[in-house]
């Protein structure tokens, strides 16, 4: 049974950081891309970041680029997102997803993430971020 678990959230105040884990069981982890998403009340899920299989690729929405980074370590089945800089409208539940799609795994060019590109879910973490 495939269990991605995510931890690390919790409240911030505006300027602060905090760092996301998902911890991965039952997959072969370097098969897969990790991504991150969030969605906040009452909007769309958003693609935040992903991963290739070896950490090599890295991809960020333009709402975050500069500010998020996203990490992964193959042996202990573990990806992050270090959020720095963190404003109020990251507030949201982040959720780790795992992918096999070719693109994502490899590294190829995108512009985006697509959520129904993605085949394991973990249950999400909040995050919020005060003004």
């Known amino acids: 049974q495939v269990q991605l678990v995510e931890s690390g959230g919790g409240l911030v105040q505006a300027g602060g950081s905090l760092r996301l884990s998902c911890t991965a069981s039952?997959?072969?982890?370097?098969?897969?891309?990790m991504g991150w998403f969030r969605q906040a009340p009452g909007k769309e899920r958003e693609g935040v970041s992903c991963i290739s299989w070896s950490g090599g690729s890295t991809y960020y929405s333009n709402s975050v680029k500069g500010r998020f980074t996203i990490s992964r370590d193959n042996a202990k089945k573990i990806v992050w997102l270090q959020m720095n800089s963190l404003k109020p409208e990251d507030t949201a539940i982040y959720y780790c997803?795992?992918?096999?799609?070719?693109?994502?795994?490899?590294?190829?060019?995108?512009?985006?993430?697509?959520?129904?590109?993605?085949?394991?879910w973990g249950q999400g973490t909040q995050v919020t971020v005060s003004s």
């Open positions: 997803a795992a992918s096999r799609t070719p693109a994502y795994y490899y590294g190829g060019y995108y512009t985006n993430i697509d959520g129904a590109n993605f085949d394991y």
């Open positions: 039952g997959l072969t982890f370097d098969d897969y891309a």
